[in-house]
């Protein structure tokens, strides 16, 4: 299959700071496996960045090359998967005012998402661009017409609201926009080594991507684990240790086994940690083989980003004035 018949994916991250393992299990491992089978199109959001961080531009310019390596890293095939800069993609912003007209500021402020984001940044009076990031990304994912979202769970609201617009646009205007679907995986949200319940930049709590070894020992190492086992021979609760669900996700198969030594009093904590560790270096090792080439070659980072841009500014022109001539604002 050719690009042409393939169906096409579009996911995203915002460029304020690397990728974690959250990322990795909510999303980049999909992309990884999903790389061949679709058109798959990879946003670096950095005009969603913005949103929450304006006045760091530098971090987020810092970010967009850093987000571009994180998911090469992981294995995406730069000659199979396109990657591209939101703010050079003038469509995109032109959809948003379009779509902008159809949605209710209510529907926005009644986003669960955008409700708990709200809280986490302690923003009481949100802007006009935060409340509205959810139509934005609307256009990002239909611009191109994506069938298919790799997110994490945390998306859904906005993918409900992407495909309410886009039945709501279709009807008003005759339009053909592909109705989007999401793809969320199968492990569910990663919680922290800490016991929160979320993996994040902001929680302190992050494993990245990018960690060397030392880096993520030290994080692994002073994993919360079940507090009524203190000593090796105690025996342990699997069900309420956070490393226990660690290995559940990234070490599969030894994870029964795991358990059943731990419930016995035969696996200490620092035996499980030192597993968890090898189990999770052997993920990451590869990764960093992948991202010390593109560190060493940042001209060609740049250049895939520029080669993506050109060809969403291809499909995205087209689009719009397809879309713009159903509207009836192509004064021919
Ligand atoms: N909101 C997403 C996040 O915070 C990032 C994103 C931006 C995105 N545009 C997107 C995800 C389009 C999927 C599709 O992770």
């Known amino acids: 299959m050719d690009e042409n018949t393939k169906k096409r994916i579009l996911t995203g991250d915002r460029p304020t700071g690397r990728l974690h393992l959250g990322h990795y299990v909510g999303s980049l491992r999909t992309r990884a496996e999903l790389q061949d089978a679709y058109d798959e199109i990879i946003e670096v959001a950095d005009v969603q960045a913005l949103t929450t961080h304006f006045e760091k531009p530098e971090l987020i310019k810092q970010s967009i090359l850093d987000v571009t390596i994180d998911n090469l890293s992981v294995g995406l095939d730069p000659d199979k998967v396109t990657i591209f800069q939101q703010s050079q993609i003038p469509s995109i912003a032109e959809l948003t005012i379009f779509y902008s007209m159809i949605v209710s500021c209510n529907q926005l402020r009644h986003n669960p998402t955008i409700k708990t984001e709200a809280k986490n940044y302690g923003y009481t009076d949100l802007s006009y661009g935060f409340l509205g990031y959810p139509v934005s ?52 949200r990663l919680s922290g080594l800490d016991g929160n319940a979320k993996m994040g930049k902001s929680l302190g709590n992050a494993l990245y991507l990018s960690d060397t070894p030392e880096e993520i020992w030290n994080k692994v190492k002073v994993a919360v684990t079940d507090p009524a086992k203190i000593h090796l021979h105690d025996p342990g609760h699997p069900e309420v240790c956070n490393v226990y669900k660690y290995h559940c996700v990234f070490n599969k198969e030894e994870a029964p086994g795991i358990s059943e030594q731990c419930k016995k009093g035969e696996l200490g904590c620092v035996a499980c940690k030192k597993r968890l560790n090898a189990v999770l270096n052997n993920l990451l090792d590869p990764m960093r083989e992948r991202r010390a080439y593109y560190e060493q070659h940042p001209d060609e980072v740049k250049d895939i980003l520029a080669k993506g841009n050109k060809r969403c500014n291809e499909i995205g022109n087209q689009n719009l004035a397809e879309i713009k001539e159903k509207m009836h604002i192509l004064v021919k």
Do not use: M, W
């Open 137 to 188: 990304q609307t256009a990002d994912i239909t611009f191109c017409n994506a069938h298919l979202v790799p997110v994490g769970e945390d998306q859904l609201p906005h993918i409900e609201l992407a495909r309410k617009i886009v039945r709501k646009f279709n009807a008003l205007y005759g339009t053909s926009i592909v109705e989007p679907e999401a793809k969320v995986s199968s492990t569910g």
